[in-house]
């Protein structure tokens, strides 16, 4: 008994060193909410701490990461997508309550819905073609997300019976829904990589979505179509007196890339020990300092081609080329089946989805282009929106972000060709001033 209360002591102790410490600052920086974090260091701390940011839809306009020993130290001046800080209480309070815990890790799964993950060959019509399957299975879509990148398609979809509105469990059901999903995956040619698996819970959907195109190698396929002139650029070198290998990420900057750089240099095991993000205008750069979960930089010229091609992947896959459309609608059953296959019958490719019901209205969003993956023709976009409804289905334009602002006077020169003592520079003068030694960073 006398070793059970030590221990429960011994346990809150733990608790009280490992909880992190937030602080929320709007008085620091003239344009940007300031959020600081320090936590006891463990592997994907810090992609969860991005998550809780990039969830709420804020953009990370700077960060500065550094970490001592078995401790990290996290700076992010984040704004809203209109470029202003954050001021709204319950929002402030959200991210001080979710930042501290953090370090227990989250699932955003529910127990109302049954999640099925589906990977395979994109082509025309292929999000028709499941909509459609699940229409005839009874199974209603109340949430799903849907990328495709370099010829490949990777789905999460959370469904739930037409008749009862549980979740399905019947076992002969789940393997009916998986073996009609699998064949129309196939094709005439994906017999080997389509794959379909029910679950009941999921970590975080859009990591997931990282991790099943990361599995399904889309980074090692060539893509259908010529990247523009504005692809990602990601150098990787070894700092050989450190022992960190050194990764550099620049492109156009847009809400939640960090999350999805991050995203794959945790699930490739990378620990992130240093790291300096800046934007400037529309361009984001990103430095980081990595070495593998047993303190080795990265070895071989093979690891390195990969870990770029990785990154240009991350980067590419929620940039989907397309005109926006935004369908806000009463739900019913098979309403998704039907707004895709008109899609289908006009030539239209859905490159990008999300779909979200609530209460009763469907609030879905696709991104199209034409069958070859051009721009679509504004007429055909047009013909489309009047046998869908011209008031339920509307074009929006795809996603800027707000630079109008005065963009920030600073140094560029941290970017891709920054050399590797620069920064080193900036990550000493900045752990100065967070343990107060100096007054300043700038």
Same mark, same amino acid.
């Given at each position: 008994? =006398?070793?059970? &209360?030590?221990?429960?002591?011994?346990?809150?102790?733990? $608790?009280?060193?490992?909880?992190?410490?937030?602080?929320?600052?709007?008085?620091?920086?003239?344009? @940007?909410?300031?959020?600081?974090?320090?936590?006891?260091?463990?592997?994907?701390?810090?992609? =969860?701490?991005?998550?809780?940011?990039?969830?709420?839809?804020?953009?990370?306009?700077?960060?500065?990461? /550094?970490?001592? !020993?078995?401790?990290? %130290?996290?700076?992010?001046?984040?704004?809203?997508?209109?470029?202003?800080?954050?001021?709204?209480?319950?929002?402030?309070?959200?991210?001080?309550?979710?930042?501290?815990? $953090?370090?227990?890790?989250?699932?955003? !799964?529910?127990?109302?819905?049954? @999640?099925?993950?589906?990977?395979?060959?994109?082509?025309?019509?292929?999000?028709?073609?499941?909509?459609?399957?699940? &229409?005839?299975?009874?199974?209603?879509?109340? +949430?799903?997300?849907?990328?495709?990148?370099?010829?490949?398609?990777?789905?999460?979809?959370?469904?739930?019976?037409?008749?009862?509105?549980?979740? *399905?469990?019947?076992?002969?059901? *789940?393997?009916? $829904?998986?073996?009609?999903?699998?064949?129309?995956?196939?094709?005439?040619?994906?017999?080997?990589?389509?794959?379909?698996?029910?679950? %009941?819970?999921?970590?975080?959907?859009?990591?997931?979505?990282?991790?099943?195109?990361? &599995?399904?190698?889309?980074?090692?396929?060539?893509?259908?179509?010529?990247?523009?002139? +504005?692809?990602?650029?990601?150098?990787?070198?070894?700092?050989?007196?450190? +022992?960190?290998?050194?990764?550099?990420?620049?492109?156009?900057?847009?809400?939640?890339?960090?999350?999805?750089?991050?995203?794959?240099?945790?699930?490739?095991?990378?620990?992130?020990?240093?790291?300096?993000?800046?934007?400037?205008?529309?361009?984001?750069?990103?430095?980081?300092?990595?070495?593998?979960?047993? !303190?080795?930089? *990265?070895?071989? =010229?093979?690891?390195?081609?990969?870990?770029?091609?990785?990154?240009?992947?991350?980067?590419?896959?929620?940039?989907?080329?397309?005109?926006?459309?935004?369908?806000?609608?009463?739900?019913?059953?098979?309403?998704?089946?039907?707004?895709?296959?008109?899609?289908?019958?006009?030539?239209?490719?859905?490159?990008?989805?999300?779909?979200?019901?609530?209460?009763? %209205? &469907?609030?879905?969003?696709?991104?199209?282009?034409?069958?070859?993956?051009? @721009? @679509?023709?504004?007429?055909? $976009? =047009?013909?489309?929106?009047?046998?869908?409804?011209?008031?339920?289905?509307?074009?929006?334009?795809?996603?800027?972000?707000?630079?109008?602002?005065?963009?920030?006077?600073?140094?560029?020169?941290? !970017?891709?060709?920054?050399?590797?003592?620069? /920064?080193?520079?900036?990550?000493?003068?900045?752990?100065?001033?967070?343990?107060?030694?100096?007054?300043?960073?700038?």
């Amino acid at each position: 008994m =006398e070793w059970s &209360a030590c221990l429960d002591e011994y346990e809150k102790l733990v $608790i009280r060193m490992t909880t992190p410490r937030v602080v929320i600052d709007n008085a620091v920086c003239p344009k @940007a909410t300031v959020v600081k974090v320090d936590s006891a260091r463990k592997h994907g701390i810090l992609l =969860e701490a991005v998550q809780v940011l990039t969830d709420l839809n804020l953009s990370i306009k700077k960060a500065y990461i /550094s970490s001592d !020993g078995r401790w990290f %130290m996290d700076v992010f001046h984040v704004t809203d997508l209109k470029g202003n800080k954050i001021t709204d209480k319950s929002v402030i309070n959200y991210i001080e309550q979710s930042l501290v815990t $953090i370090h227990y890790g989250r699932t955003t !799964g529910s127990n109302d819905l049954t @999640a099925l993950e589906l990977t395979g060959t994109d082509r025309v019509g292929l999000l028709s073609e499941v909509f459609a399957v699940l &229409a005839d299975l009874q199974c209603n879509v109340v +949430d799903a997300k849907v990328w495709t990148h370099n010829g490949r398609i990777a789905s999460l979809l959370f469904v739930k019976d037409c008749n009862s509105g549980s979740p *399905i469990e019947d076992t002969q059901q *789940i393997d009916r $829904i998986e073996a009609r999903l699998r064949n129309v995956l196939k094709g005439d040619n994906d017999i080997r990589s389509a794959k379909t698996m029910v679950s %009941m819970a999921v970590t975080h959907t859009e990591r997931r979505l990282h991790q099943m195109m990361f &599995a399904d190698r889309d980074y090692e396929r060539k893509p259908i179509l010529q990247p523009s002139g +504005d692809s990602p650029v990601v150098t990787v070198q070894n700092w050989v007196e450190r +022992d960190y290998s050194v990764v550099n990420v620049q492109c156009k900057d847009r809400t939640k890339l960090l999350f999805d750089v991050l995203c794959t240099l945790t699930d490739m095991e990378y620990t992130v020990f240093h790291a300096t993000i800046k934007t400037s205008g529309d361009r984001a750069y990103q430095e980081f300092y990595i070495r593998h979960a047993d !303190g080795t930089p *990265i070895s071989s =010229e093979p690891e390195r081609q990969r870990v770029i091609q990785c990154l240009q992947a991350a980067v590419e896959r929620r940039a989907s080329e397309g005109v926006r459309l935004e369908l806000c609608t009463l739900d019913r059953q098979g309403l998704l089946a039907d707004v895709t296959r008109t899609f289908r019958e006009n030539g239209l490719n859905v490159t990008r989805a999300e779909v979200s019901t609530t209460r009763d %209205m &469907a609030l879905n969003v696709f991104y199209v282009t034409d069958a070859v993956g051009n @721009a @679509a023709d504004p007429k055909l $976009i =047009e013909s489309v929106r009047q046998k869908i409804g011209l008031s339920s289905l509307k074009v929006k334009e795809l996603p800027r972000l707000d630079h109008h602002q005065e963009a920030e006077k600073e140094d560029q020169t941290a !970017g891709v060709a920054g050399t590797v003592l620069l /920064s080193l520079g900036s990550l000493v003068k900045w752990n100065l001033y967070h343990l107060g030694l100096i007054r300043s960073y700038s």
